[in-house]
């Protein structure tokens, strides 16, 4: 039976006009197969999975923050690349998540077709769920090649996106001193 990513990537290559077995293309359909396979593979894990045991008791209840975590991910509409950088940051509570983990929560969600507002939402809603902190706040700065690359062009409107939860939401002075922390919005 035939690999259906690797059947669309056929059609793909027919449809714009090239010839699917010249020497550089013969093997483009199981190249692409495999890339896609790799790059939604998101959606063979969960949060639980991710985090396992790396919730921990707080000793502190000052600000802890992620920042600059790279991340490449697919536009839903276009299927095709965005990319650029998270951070997050949170107030604890009673726990603490390992901060390995968050960069793994955030390839996870990456690793989906997405729209980048609801990246940045699952990210936040990831880190409540596990540890319940005091507040949240996520940024995300991405470049959209579906932008880059058609229509606009435009190869220097990055888009930023927030969420805030908690006391990042009630206090809007925490936020303004996180976006600083990380250098976002300037």
């Known amino acids: ?74 536009c839903e509409h276009h299927l095709l690349p965005f990319f650029g950088e998270c951070s997050v940051a949170y107030l604890p509570g009673s726990k603490i998540i390992g901060l390995s983990k968050i960069p793994k929560l955030l390839q996870m969600y990456a690793q989906r077709l997405q729209v980048q507002e609801r990246l940045t939402r699952e990210i936040g809603e990831a880190v409540e769920q596990v540890i319940a902190p005091r507040g949240v706040a996520v940024l995300v700065k991405a470049t959209h090649l579906c932008s880059v690359m058609r229509d606009i062009q435009d190869h220097d409107a990055p888009m930023i996106s927030a969420y805030t939860s908690g006391l990042y939401r009630e206090e809007p002075e925490r936020m303004e001193f996180f976006r600083r922390t990380v250098g976002y919005g300037n």
Do not use: N
Not at 29 to 52: H, L
């Open 1 to 74: 039976m035939t690999d259906r990513l690797e059947l669309a990537a056929r059609y793909i290559i027919d449809e714009i006009g090239e010839d699917v077995e010249r020497e550089g293309l013969v093997r483009t359909p199981s190249r692409f197969a495999k890339a896609w396979r790799e790059i939604t593979s998101g959606y063979d894990r969960t949060v639980s999975q991710i985090v396992g045991d790396g919730v921990f008791s707080a000793e502190s209840d000052d600000v802890v923050i992620v920042s600059h975590m790279k991340f490449f991910s697919t």
